[in-house]
Nanobody
């Protein structure tokens, strides 16, 4: 029902910044929230940030709180993840998801973020 595609990943030095974008398409009216997840090599997938469609409340994973900011542009059907003060531990594939109550997440293909000197 909803498709999402991430962009904006790349290689950045520690302490640098990146802004990821997520473009949503399809039937998005029933979307409860949009989230960013990430998966480091050999690690489990973890929640990075969530924004609730109704009201715009945000939730952040403990490891990124204070450094990352999730935002949205409803008219453009876009969700963003501003990442500041990046650390090597932030390296991984970042996924955008659209959550629909009763159906779960619709996942994007992911975009690679590498933080390295």
């Amino acid at each position: 029902q909803v498709q999402v595609v991430e962009s904006g990943g790349g290689l950045v030095q520690p302490g640098g910044s990146l802004k990821l974008s997520c473009a949503a398409s399809g039937y998005i009216f029933s979307t409860y929230s949009m989230s960013w997840y990430r998966q480091a090599p050999g690690s489990q997938r973890e929640l990075v940030a969530t924004i609730i469609t109704r009201g715009g409340d945000t939730i952040y994973g403990d490891s990124v709180k204070g450094r990352f900011t999730i935002s949205r542009d409803t008219a453009k059907k876009m969700v963003y993840l501003q990442m500041d003060s990046l650390e090597p531990e932030d390296t991984g594939v970042y996924y955008c998801t659209a959550f629909i109550v009763g159906r779960g997440n619709s996942w994007g293909p992911g975009t690679q973020v590498t933080v390295s000197s």
